[in-house]
């Protein structure tokens, strides 16, 4: 059924027009990005079919119309097929190995004669309206019940599992921004805390292995201190009683320094590891009994995170022996421990000499020479940012940082003014799927996080990214320019 003149006119009158300028405005910086990062001096058009930019120009066209579509369908069919919509989407990524071809490695392109998609990407708006689906529920409360998480968080997990199996790391580790939207909604900030506290871990647990401090690994002697800090931390926090915190600095101080005369002065070897475990068992015993004494249970939050952060210590190595072997390498790579300039790290090395070499207003466009020498493989998609950088310098790559830092306050904006819990998380997912693609994407492109292969969004080449974040974005648009209706989805 067509909508009337006067719906058609009242969609284009409530719509978020500021949004749309800014996603314009990406779709044609990145078409322009794509063709300076693949032009070869042979002049030819920004708009030729043979082109990576005459082609992102087709998907922008085609993007653009799947845009207008989607804010053509009432509002009520995001809410009411929300779950069907996922489902139909989870099997599709079920059955994507058994026919997609294998690219690098990966099975996670269905090919349509010549035209491949990605179902992983349009998982990303699936899995946000079933998420937005379940927090509507009538009287649904996260915290209410330990039901609902393992309903929420099996909402994410499940995408993420099918994607792993396509082997496409990337794409299932966006879907963990989800966890930002629980947070959003009711859950406790000690989670997120201890998502942190695991990366602090790993990470300090996987660089610092050569050396050692008191006869304990440097790695493991850094992690026992952070776990000594932040069980008194939280002691004295949850206590309220500064002595509770004292008491354990004191015992800690004492504990460093009969380590410090057993294996310096003294010369002793001594099981220093065990003296450490045994003084953290020691605090843990302290703070349980000061917890019942005073009748503060969350005291023993802190016993709980020094044991999960001991556990998860002694399981790192395992984990980490378990990755694959250009994983481990990639990881190595970022934290300093290896130098492969040929193989892992030859991308981001690349890509830091060209963006260093944009200076502050860049070489002008297409005079890039990394680029243009093809000195950066992939360029046009993961490494878009780097043509930017060096073509336009620090200025156009703080225009583009300018313009995602915009559209994510926007879509923030936007969350907080919907009436309905359902558009609420459903643009709080939006706006977590963007921060992280484009975190880890400058991030990766600049060396600060291994490379994981997930695009720029609306920068990078291609037409399953782009049309994936057009449906989730004008989606969110629809749902927006509904809100004052009395009939509100």
């Known amino acids: ?31 322009l990005s794509i063709y300076a990062a693949s032009y070869d001096f042979d002049e030819a058009s920004v708009f030729s079919a043979d082109e990576f930019s005459g082609k992102q120009i087709r998907w922008i066209g085609l993007a653009f119309a799947l845009g207008f579509v989607i804010l053509l369908i009432n509002a009520r069919m995001y809410d009411t097929y929300a779950y069907p919509i996922y489902i139909v989407v989870m099997v599709l990524l079920l059955i994507t190995p ?46 209410a019940k330990p039901k609902n998480y393992a309903i929420a968080v099996g909402i994410i997990v499940l995408p993420i599992l099918l994607i792993l199996a396509q082997n496409e790391t990337g794409s299932a580790l966006t879907f963990l921004a989800l966890f930002f939207v629980l947070y959003r909604e009711g859950m406790s900030g000690l989670i997120l805390f201890t998502a942190l ?41 949850y206590s309220r009683r500064g002595e509770i915190g004292r008491n354990l600095l004191i015992w800690f101080s004492f504990i460093g320094l009969v380590e410090w005369l057993l294996t310096g002065p003294l010369g002793l070897e001594i099981p220093a590891l065990t003296i450490s475990l045994i003084a953290i068992f020691i605090a843990c015993a302290y703070i349980a009994f000061e917890s019942v004494r005073r009748r503060r249970r969350k005291m023993l939050i802190a016993c709980g995170a020094a044991a999960f952060s001991i556990c998860f210590l002694f399981s790192v190595n395992f984990a980490f022996n ?16 290896e130098e492969d300039l040929r193989g892992a790290g030859y991308n981001v090395n690349q890509s830091k000499i060209a ?23 992939e360029q046009h998609t993961d490494f878009i940012f780097c043509t930017i950088g060096e073509e336009k310098g620090f200025v156009g790559a703080l225009a ?7 559209l994510i306050l926007r879509i923030i904006t936007i969350a907080e003014r919907q009436p309905k819990i359902f558009g609420r998380v459903y643009a709080y997912c939006v706006a977590s799927y963007l921060i992280f693609h484009f975190c880890i994407n400058i991030g990766m492109v600049i060396g600060l996080c291994p490379v994981i292969g997930i695009p720029l969004p609306f920068f990078s080449y291609g037409g399953s990214s782009l049309w994936g974040f057009t449906i989730l974005l004008f989606i969110l648009l629809k749902l927006d320019s509904t809100r004052r209706t009395a009939a509100n989805y």
């Open 355 to 377: 963006i260093g070499s944009g200076g502050l207003t860049g070489k002008g466009f297409l005079n890039g020479t990394q680029t243009k020498l093809k000195y950066v493989p």
């Open 322 to 337: 378990h990755l694959q072997p250009h994983q481990q390498l990639r990881i190595k790579v970022v934290l300093g421990i």
């Open 400 to 406: 583009v940082v300018a313009l995602y830092v915009a």
């Open 197 to 237: 506290l695991s990366v602090v871990i790993f990470v300090v647990a996987v660089k610092f292995t050569e050396t050692a401090v008191f006869g304990i690994p440097t790695g493991e002697f850094i992690v026992l201190l952070i776990v000594a800090v932040v069980i008194t931390a939280m002691a004295l926090i």
């Open 98 to 143: 058994f026919i997609a071809h294998d690219i690098k490695g990966s099975r996670s392109w269905i090919s349509f004669g010549s035209m491949s998609l990605q179902p992983a990407e349009f998982a990303k708006f699936a899995t946000a309206l079933a998420l937005a689906k379940l927090f509507s529920g009538y009287q649904f409360v996260l915290n």
């Open 1 to 31: 059924m067509q909508p009337r003149r006067s719906e058609t006119s009242s969609i284009l009158r409530n719509i978020d027009w500021l949004t749309v300028l800014i996603y314009v405005a990406m779709v044609i910086c990145g078409v």
